[in-house]
Nanobody, 115 residues
Framework: QVQLVESGGGLVQAGGSLRLSCAVS????????MGWYRQAPGKQRDLVAR???????YSRDSVRGRFTISRDNAKNTVYLQMNSLKPEDTAVYYC?????????WGQGTQVTVSS
């Protein structure tokens, strides 16, 4: 059982920055992929950014150039640096650990961007 604990969400004005953290209960170097998802009210949960075990990354078009996923293997922590935030980025952000057929999720952290 992998446990994920997110932190770093909050209220920020448009154009501002936040850094989300996801503390993982086991070595992230052994996890296939770590990702950040978000879910706005009444909408589905969507992938925001993902990092594979080999270090390669992917981010959705709407955040590319503004959001960056990174990891610290020594701290078993994954980050999402979010810059130039927009009101449409408002959502609950979830950390995800993918171990093949099994996915683990954190409890989510709220990000609210005011205009």
């Amino acid at each position: 059982q992998v446990q994920l604990v997110e932190s770093g969400g909050g209220l920020v004005q448009a154009g501002g920055s936040l850094r989300l953290s996801c503390a993982v209960s086991e070595s992230i170097s052994s996890i296939n992929a770590m990702g950040w998802y978000r879910q706005a009210p009444g909408k589905q949960r969507d992938l925001v950014a993902r990092m594979l075990n080999d270090g390669s990354t992917y981010s959705r078009d709407s955040v590319r150039g503004r959001f960056t996923i990174s990891r610290d293997n020594a701290k078993n922590t994954v980050y999402l640096q979010m810059n130039s935030l927009k009101p449409e980025d408002t959502a609950v952000y979830y950390c995800n650990a993918n171990l093949g057929l099994i996915n683990y999720w954190g409890q989510g952290t709220q990000v609210t961007v005011s205009s």
